[in-house]
């Protein structure tokens, strides 16, 4: 028992010892875990405990969440694991029409000039959401954080793109301050003229958007890096993707095959002349398919293609397609698409809508194609839809009704839709004409539609 107990001081020794030697973090509630609420919704990172957002929006993702779209690791931009705990943030670093956001803290005390000063956290890109990645990830010292926005000053600042999503990056550094600061603010702190961005073949939104994690901010006790030394206080930044290895291989796992198939306008089976890309979700790598104008045939032969693959369809004035694949084996794929043209009493099948089963509430398997018919009202601005939930149940009207009203919903929150351009009604039949599927596709009994009124 003696023994025992020596064992046990000299380990609890260690442990103390290491404990003490850590370095504090000077961030309060670095991963997120701390809420005054898990009703979360728009714009309510107000209720992370300790920070602040200092331009437009910034949001807040939890396992507690009482919304779907903001839950994780499933939510309304991805799908993706906390680097830690159950929480994380989220940010824009490039939008076509907002502003980017930033988010930040008052430290816990002040950094004084001279002090050297070791920053990492993690990003991750979501890749559902947006089509663009950026680099200009970094973080600032500042006294002044509500004039971050654009301010081209940053102390440590990720400047090659991060395209890759699913995996956690993690952004750190090691800087001399070159002055005394009490706040740090985490974004993107240039314009979107000096930020350089990449199209990528996931999301819908013109727009780059990264989740954030692991915010940790001490004083360096060691000698400053050699290669640290650089102008302008501005430090190079060091990536470390963290990831699983098994993920890893399987992106090596790589097969030949061919997809072919034809594309029709839905109403009229007629041949038409669109744009068929094969794409790699995640990735740059795409290739396009012109629809022969006679036929309507396309034809993608001896292309190589990991285990999850997609066929995107656009014409112009028809409503777009995206199909995900997972490959099975075969070398060989067929797939015919019927396009729904954008015109006036046109009913249109929102497909892949999906809601929790006799609940109104959306499934996040929705939001991609809720955000494509978002696309398109914001390329037609004048359009006006009516939203109709389907049943051949009489007694669901009640709920069909429901379902259209929260589609609804969806489009003014997240697309900011004028509601007085769209209506809600519950249908007890389905109309007579075709409303766009796959060829084989199965009917279903309970659907939502949009049709075009003008």
């Known amino acids: 028992m003696k023994n025992l107990l020596v064992i046990f001081l000299f380990f609890a ?22 809420l005054t609420s898990c009703d979360i919704y728009l714009d309510d990172f107000k209720k992370v405990k300790y920070w602040e957002g200092f331009s437009f929006t910034p949001d807040i993702f939890s396992t507690c969440s009482e919304s779907q779209y903001f839950k994780t690791p499933k939510n309304i931009f991805d799908t993706q694991n ?40 993690k990003v991750s890109r979501a890749v559902s959401h947006s089509n663009t990645a950026t680099n200009n990830i970094g973080l600032l010292f500042t006294n002044q954080p509500n004039k971050a926005l654009k301010s081209k000053k940053v102390h440590v600042n990720q400047t090659e793109i991060l395209t890759e999503g699913e995996v956690w990056h993690e952004i750190k550094g090691i800087i001399e301050a070159d002055s005394t600061y ?18 990528m073949n996931s999301g819908t939104f013109e727009s780059a958007y990264y989740f954030v994690d692991d915010v940790n901010i001490s004083v360096y006790k060691g000698e400053m890096p050699i290669s640290q030394n650089l102008k302008n206080n501005e430090k190079k930044e060091e990536v470390k993707i963290i990831t699983n290895p ?14 072919a198939g034809k594309v029709f306008d839905a109403n009229t089976r007629e041949p038409l002349v669109a744009i068929v890309e ?3 979700p995640e990735t740059p790598d795409k290739q ?19 285990e999850k693959f997609g066929l995107r369809i656009t014409a112009r004035n028809y409503y777009p397609m995206l199909e995900v694949l997972y490959r099975q084996g075969e070398p060989r794929y067929a797939r015919d698409f019927y396009l729904m043209p954008l015109k006036t009493r046109q009913n249109i099948e929102l497909r892949h809508v999906e809601f929790l089963s006799n609940e109104d509430e959306l499934t996040p398997n929705s939001f991609e194609e809720l955000n494509r018919l978002i696309e398109v009202l914001r390329e037609h601005p004048t359009m006006k839809i009516e939203l109709g939930g389907y049943t051949d149940d009489q007694s669901n009207l009640a709920l069909a009704q429901k379902r259209a009203l929260s589609i609804k919903k969806y489009l003014i929150k997240f697309g900011q839709i004028n509601e007085k351009r769209m209506i809600t009604r519950s249908y007890h039949s389905l109309p007579a004409q075709n409303t766009g599927a796959l060829s084989g596709e199965k009917e279903k009994h309970e659907r939502v539609m949009f049709k075009i009124l003008n």
Not at 20 to 30: D, S, T
Not at 95 to 114: A, F, M, S, W
Not at 182 to 199: A, L, M
């Open 82 to 121: 906390p680097a830690s705990g159950n929480n994380y943030a989220g940010f824009l670093t490039y939008h076509r029409d907002y502003p980017v956001e930033l988010i930040g803290q008052k430290l816990t005390k002040p950094i004084q000039k001279g002090d050297k000063i070791s920053v990492s956290f």
């Open 288 to 306: 396009q398919y012109e629809t022969d104008d006679v036929t309507g045939q396309y034809a993608f032969a001896g292309i190589f293609c990991p």
């Open 13 to 34: 020794c260690i442990y103390i010892t290491n404990a003490q030697n850590k370095p504090e973090n000077l961030v309060l509630n670095p991963s997120f875990e701390e």
């Open 278 to 280: 094969f794409f790699v």
């Open 182 to 199: 009490e706040y740090f603010v985490i974004g993107n702190f240039f314009s979107k003229e000096d930020t350089r961005k990449q199209k």
């Open 246 to 259: 098994l993920e890893e291989a399987k992106k090596l796992d790589m097969q030949k095959v061919a997809i």
